[in-house]
């Protein structure tokens, strides 16, 4: 009797997945994540945030890397409005060099996103916390303990916690949210090809070929998390192209929501695409006066869309 065929054929992201291994730490990442959703389920409302970009190691012993841009202001100011509307979010953000050794070496306690070059602090910095917070804002214990943040590198450091939060929400807290602010590496170097050390120079210019990353949009929706609502981000350069591209990705994914931005003018203004429609929103010369932030404007409507049982989400003048 013939052996049936083995196994089905594996999709591309579950061979990203078996050939780039976890980084280190990750399972204690993953039991951070699970039992802040256990802490927070029936309590609050949860919100995944990711920001900043990922880089691509051109070695694996790393001295070069191809990084994607980001300064990370979206998503931490995001973070900062979804505490706010009363959210605990976990803060998926990439590690900068500009932040103090103490935050980047202590992945998993509960920190506050920190903005404009300020350094970021603990619980037990309260004072220096302050600092770090818009004007007008309370600081409070309880908002601090809603807040889970973890970092990440590189592409595969963020794809692995991307995988492990979703799945993790999916299970525990499947109304969640998902909001995906990071900007993500299309492109890689696949384990079997990269160099081991430190590329030399002698050998005249340096030719790299870079292959496609899996999206990885489409198993988060259909496999990881499929009751989650997620609302990703595009961004564009060339203003011709953002609708269609936001469009695109929305019936490719069938996600809820794309929050597409242009690199120019994205600290002004954003374009929220649907199923169904596509709606502008800009921050008038009033509100730039004020110094009111768009992510305001975001969250405040993506927390309407996301629980519209609640009715409007906590409008602009009760929170300052
Ligand atoms: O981090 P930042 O505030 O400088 O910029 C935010 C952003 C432009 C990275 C974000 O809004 C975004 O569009 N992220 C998705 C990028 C992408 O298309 O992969």
């Given at each position: 009797?013939a052996?049936?065929?083995?196994?089905?054929a594996?999709?591309?992201w579950e061979?990203?997945?078996?050939?780039?291994?976890?980084?280190?730490g990750?399972s204690?990442?993953?039991g951070?994540?699970?039992?802040?959703?256990?802490?927070?389920?029936?309590?609050?409302?949860?919100?995944?945030?990711?920001?900043?970009?990922?880089?691509?190691?051109?070695?694996?012993?790393?001295?070069?890397?191809?990084?994607?841009?980001?300064?990370?202001?979206r998503g931490?100011?995001?973070?900062?409005?979804?505490?706010?509307?009363g959210?605990?979010?976990?803060?998926?953000?990439?590690?900068?060099?500009?932040?103090?050794?103490?935050?980047t070496?202590?992945?998993?306690?509960?920190?506050?996103?920190?903005?404009?070059?300020r350094?970021?602090?603990?619980?037990?910095h309260?004072?220096?916390?302050a600092?770090?917070i818009?004007s007008?804002?309370?600081?409070s214990?309880?908002?601090?303990?809603?807040?889970?943040?973890l970092?990440?590198?590189?592409?595969s450091?963020?794809l692995w916690?991307?995988?492990?939060?979703?799945?993790?929400?999916?299970?525990?807290?499947?109304?969640?949210?998902?909001?995906?602010?990071?900007a993500?590496s299309?492109?890689?170097?696949?384990?079997?090809?990269?160099s081991?050390?430190?590329i030399?120079?002698?050998?005249?210019?340096?030719?790299?070929?870079?292959?496609l990353?899996?999206?990885?949009?489409?198993p988060?929706?259909?496999v990881?998390?499929?009751?989650?609502?997620?609302?990703s981000?595009?961004?564009?350069?060339?203003?011709?192209?953002?609708i269609?591209?936001?469009t695109?990705?929305?019936r490719?994914?069938?996600?809820?929501?794309?929050?597409?931005?242009l690199?120019?003018?994205r600290?002004?203004?954003?374009?929220l695409v649907?199923?169904?429609e596509?709606?502008?929103?800009?921050?008038t010369?009033?509100?730039k006066?004020?110094?009111?932030?768009?992510?305001?404007?975001?969250?405040?409507?993506?927390?309407?869309?996301h629980?519209?049982?609640?009715?409007h989400?906590?409008?602009?003048?009760?929170?300052?």
């Open positions: 009797m052996l049936k065929a083995s196994t089905r594996m999709e591309e061979e990203y997945f078996a050939q780039n291994p976890a980084p280190p990750h204690h990442h993953c951070d994540m699970e039992a802040f959703c256990q802490r927070h389920v029936g309590h609050h409302p949860i919100a995944l945030v990711t920001s900043g970009g990922t880089t691509v190691p051109l070695e694996r012993n790393t001295v070069r890397f191809v990084d994607n841009f980001s300064a990370g202001t931490a100011a995001s973070t900062e409005y979804f505490l706010q509307q959210y605990a979010v976990i803060f998926i953000h990439a590690t900068s060099p500009s932040l103090p050794s103490c935050v070496s202590t992945p998993g306690s509960y920190w506050r996103p920190c903005r404009r070059g350094a970021a602090c603990c619980s037990s309260h004072n220096t916390l600092r770090c818009p007008g804002v309370s600081t214990r309880s908002r601090l303990g809603r807040l889970l943040w970092t990440f590198t590189s592409l450091d963020y916690l991307l995988r492990s939060a979703t799945q993790c929400l999916q299970r525990l807290a499947p109304k969640a949210l998902l909001y995906l602010a990071a993500v299309d492109f890689y170097i696949p384990q079997d090809e990269i081991e050390h430190k030399q120079s002698e050998s005249g210019p340096l030719t790299v070929r870079l292959q990353v899996p999206k990885m949009l489409r988060l929706v259909s990881w998390g499929p009751e989650l609502y997620v609302v981000f595009k961004l564009e350069t060339d203003e011709k192209k953002l269609e591209k936001a695109a990705a929305l490719k994914y069938k996600h809820d929501l794309v929050i597409g931005n690199l120019q003018t600290r002004d203004e954003v374009t649907t199923e169904r596509s709606s502008l929103l800009r921050l010369e009033h509100q006066a004020e110094r009111i932030e768009i992510e305001r404007l975001i969250v405040e409507e993506v927390c309407s869309r629980r519209p049982e609640r009715g989400a906590i409008p602009l003048a009760k929170l300052c």
